[in-house]
């Protein structure tokens, strides 16, 4: 460990930390940095092996319902039925291979942190400086850092100049930090930790040198991987309910064949062998087998249509996911706003302006106490703009896919609102050609440029923090004219802009009484005008507004998670519609315990200046309160929180490898509006997949009832094994599936999320399950009796109940296409339907009429009077199904008169 625990550092001053560390500004000798190395170890972080392909494999069948199907290959194959046990254990094979590509890459998310530390840094030891490897760092060296440079280790700052740090994958604010050597509040939270310098980070501007602190494990990235490392991520939704589902299922099969091997010993006086046979084969029958298939077939159709919807599925069963959830975690910058600053409003002495547009493009409105204004801009609106324009570094240019910024988004914003105004900047630039400048400095606050026009005057353009600027003014622009600065007004202003979450900038000026050619800090000293204050926001994505109502809709709440200041964070959320009071801030958290985090979780919608840890918690306390969570994250500090979600969600375009690793899902645009429609794709996954189960059951009790009964009688097996085979394997390939082609219900985002402790089928589809298993079972025995009364040959009398058994599948087909409304018909929604219907009739025909079918299979050619029979039994099972679902409705529709919670969010 190191000598001081890393939660110091910020807090102690420069000479402290070197004291502390027993090192100083010249650097480490070789032979302290040699021992400390081996008393430290490497900065790197330690990777842990992950599970081997074998294993990897071996785990895709740890599946009860893949058991039952191991057992029902091998009791089929005991049978003598070979063709039969290679179907199921081909369909075995299958999911496993689809599941180990799809899950096999967890542990890369450790490897995609571990890269983010560079390969080498600059160092001073012994007093010269040097180029070392960053895993050979140790505490106590002395780091030099410039722009451009991955920071290699956590520093404490000892000496910096005009130092900036984009830290958003640690802190997820927009916006670089300034950094500066002062000791901070041992308290503050990681993004107001001025001092420090992370491990991973990016210097955007300036530099500095740095005492190294902490290094592999101890920095704050390695305490995230560490974070990571020991968050379980959790089963989906989806497979939590086919688990459940299986052992229900499985349970029973095996009463169902133990009550046919009971009626046959003991009431029918069968042989305990001959009815041993018959309750596998039972059983064998009961099983769906293209169950699996049917599965996978669904899920990856919705992957797919996702897909179109630039919503990416890393891993297959999360395609459902999206469906169940009741609440989204979301970050703020760039996924809920455009992450492009955006100037709002303009104060001048005389008047503000409200300026319209979005993100970096040029163009917007000019307003003024709610009044569209006309062009020309007012002279001190356009000598503002032109301040910002001058005294910029930044550049602006139009690529195919829009505006692009290249520097500080600040000056960016400066940028596009002089082009708002109608300045060109080429043109400015020939009048009031510039001659000097001094960068951003986090010392000064300000950022300075000296100018010239042609006759020889000089002018010095000034921006930067509105506090310091109002030192450096003693004057005013008003009408053209300077007079006397009223500082009360102006910090007036500051506090209307900081209300309403503004990041506010001003803007000053200073002639020169003569010509010169450079600019010092003495010139920065005082005596400046000031043109006016402006106020720029990151403004929200106005389809993320849209997308945030309709999940509240749907009964899904959205909770904005953010590294950024409270009050921004508070206005954005109200711009966003997510209301829901003050936010929380991470120290907040830090301050309540579980039991009092759960109370305040129902009301609040925003949680600021939060650290990765503070996510992980939220979101295992909302899962805790019986949630369903999605995350969405860009940054290393989101990657424990987005594991351990029920479905992550990475951003694709700025979203760091690490967050992509530990995601589920990637948003390829990283908008959140996308969201909504991969809400919609899960919940019709999720319909389609309960309508494909609640087709294929029915069939697979039809046909174990048909023999349950058979038995019972003491009658003739209406349909043998090899028939059944046939009708397990020939609808699932084509009536079961064409059910995973359905388009969403009407109303589907209308409908508040499942309840998680909902089956996969409700007490009301078990009931038709059963009574359509009945149905079936009802028309195949009754037909093969029918036929045995009229005296007709048992292949002809098992032809017609096989034939039976699949018209009723088919009349019924058209029912499951809506769980609870009325039968659809429809071609143009769902063409599958009726393309899988018309291939089935060839089949069955060739089954019945084919003579090498015929022998295979036992079957017998029917005439026309037997067909219509066979029609008959689909439409009898089709009309019933519609009068069972008729009655249930008007049932439901009295129990709850006004479908309590159809649309209504849930309470959080």
Not at 55 to 73: E, P, S, T
Not at 203 to 214: D, E, I, Q, Y
Not at 577 to 585: A, E, I, R, S, V
Request: proline share 5%; charged share 20%.
């Amino acid at each position: 460990m190191p000598p001081a625990a890393p939660q110091d550092w910020h807090a102690r001053s420069p000479q402290q930390c070197l004291e502390q560390l027993h090192s100083h500004a010249a650097g480490l000798s070789v032979e302290e940095a040699e021992r400390r190395l081996r008393q430290y170890g490497p900065n790197l972080l330690p990777e842990t092996a992950g599970p081997g392909w074998f294993r990897r494999l071996l785990h895709q069948f740890h599946n009860l319902l893949i058991y039952v199907l191991l057992g029902a290959a091998l009791l089929v194959g005991l049978l003598g039925h070979r063709l039969d046990a290679l179907v199921i254990l081909g369909v075995v094979l299958i999911n496993a291979l689809v599941g180990f590509i799809q899950e096999g890459k967890a542990e890369q998310a450790m490897r995609s942190i571990r890269k983010l530390l560079t390969h080498d840094s600059r160092v001073r030891r012994n007093g010269a400086s040097q180029s070392l490897s960053a895993e050979q760092l140790v505490p106590g060296d002395i780091v030099l850092l410039e722009a451009g440079d991955r920071v290699p280790a956590d520093l404490r700052l000892i000496d910096c100049r005009d130092l900036r740090i984009d830290e958003a994958m640690l802190t997820g604010e927009s916006l670089p930090a300034d950094k500066d050597c002062a000791a901070v509040d041992r308290a503050a939270s990681l993004g107001d930790r001025h001092g420090m310098a992370y491990s991973g980070t990016l210097v955007s501007a300036g530099n500095a040198t740095g005492v190294v602190v902490a290094t592999g494990q101890q920095t704050e990235l390695g305490h995230i991987s560490g974070l990571l490392s020991r968050v379980e991520s959790l089963q989906t939704p989806l497979l939590a309910d086919m688990q459940r589902f299986a052992r229900q299922l499985t349970v029973a099969i095996l009463l169902l064949a133990a009550l046919t091997f009971l009626i046959g010993v003991f009431w029918r006086d069968y042989s305990p062998s001959e009815m041993l046979m018959a309750a596998v084969g039972l059983a064998v029958a009961a099983i769906p087998e293209g169950l699996p298939a049917v599965l996978t077939i669904v899920l990856a159709l919705g992957v797919q249509r996702m897909a179109r919807h630039r919503a990416i599925i890393r891993r297959l069963p999360a395609v459902e996911s999206l469906g169940a959830v009741t609440v989204i975690c979301s970050d703020k910058t760039g996924t809920l706003t455009r992450n492009e600053m955006t100037v709002q409003q303009v104060f001048t002495t005389a008047h503000s302006y409200q300026i319209g547009g979005v993100g970096y493009e040029p163009t917007g409105s000019l307003s003024r106490e709610g009044c569209l204004l006309a062009p020309p801009p007012a002279d001190d609106l356009l000598e503002l703009a032109r301040a910002g324009l001058l005294a910029n570094s930044a550049s602006l240019r139009l690529a195919a896919e829009g505006w692009q910024i290249s520097g500080d988004p600040t000056e960016a914003a400066l940028l596009t609102l002089a082009g708002k105004l109608g300045l060109d900047g080429a043109h400015e630039l020939s009048r009031l050609p510039r001659v000097d400048s001094i960068p951003f400095s986090p010392e000064l606050r300000c950022t300075a440029s000296l100018h010239h026009d042609h006759s020889g005057h000089g002018l010095i353009y000034l921006f930067g923090a509105p506090e310091r600027l109002l030192e450096l003014c003693n004057r005013q622009l008003r009408d053209g004219n300077a007079e006397r600065l009223d500082p009360r007004a102006w910090h007036a202003r500051l506090h209307e802009g900081a209300a309403d979450g503004l990041r506010m900038i001003g803007l000053a000026m200073r002639p020169l009484p003569a010509p010169q050619s450079q600019l010092d800090y003495a010139d920065l000293k005082g005596d400046f005008i000031l043109l006016g204050l402006v106020g720029m926001l990151d403004p929200p994505r106005e389809e993320a507004i849209a997308a945030i109502a309709e999940c509240r809709s749907a009964g899904i709440a959205v909770k904005m998670i953010t590294g950024d200041h409270a009050a921004t964070a508070a206005v954005i959320a109200e711009r966003l519609g997510l209301g829901g009071g003050m936010p929380l801030t991470g120290t907040d958290l830090d301050q309540l315990d579980d039991a009092a985090l759960d109370t305040r979780l129902s009301d609040t919608t925003v949680f600021a200046r939060t650290n990765p840890a503070h996510k992980l918690r939220l979101v295992e306390r909302l899962q805790a309160r019986g949630e369903r969570v999605a995350m969405t994250g860009d940054g290393v500090n989101d990657a424990p929180a987005l594991k351990r979600a029920d479905i992550g969600i990475a951003m694709g375009i700025k979203g760091t490898e690490a967050a992509k690793e530990a995601a589920q899902m990637v948003l390829a645009d990283d908008n959140f509006a996308t969201l909504t429609h991969a809400v919609e794709e899960g919940r019709t996954v999720y319909d389609n997949l309960r309508k494909s189960i609640l087709f294929i059951l029915p069939t697979s009790a039809g046909e174990a009832l048909v023999l349950l009964f058979a038995i019972a009688l003491g009658l003739t097996l209406p349909i043998t094994p090899l028939q059944i085979l046939w009708v397990n394997m020939i609808t699932a390939v084509t009536l079961s599936l064409a059910l995973a082609f359905e388009p969403a219900e009407d109303n589907l985002m209308q409908r508040p999320p499942r309840d998680p402790a909902e089956p996969l089928l409700s007490g009301q589809l078990l009931w038709r399950l059963l009574f359509v298993g009945l149905l079936l079972t009802g028309a195949s025995l009754g037909l093969f009796l029918y036929a045995q009364q009229l005296g007709l040959p048992l292949d002809v009398a098992r032809t017609l109940a096989v034939n039976a058994l699949v018209a009723g599948e088919t009349g019924y087909l058209f029912c499951a296409r809506r769980l609870h409304g009325p039968a659809s018909f429809g071609l143009r929604d769902n063409p599958m339907v009726w393309a899988m219907v018309a291939l089935l009739l060839p089949l069955q025909l060739a089954f019945s009429h084919w003579a090498p079918l015929q022998a295979l299979f036992g079957t017998a050619a029917l005439d026309a009077q037997g067909w219509t029979l066979v029609a008959a039994c689909g439409l009898a099972v089709m009309l019933l199904v519609e009068l069972e679902k008729w009655l249930m409705r008007r049932l439901w529709s009295k129990r709850r008169p006004l479908a309590v919670g159809a649309g209504q969010p849930r309470s959080h």
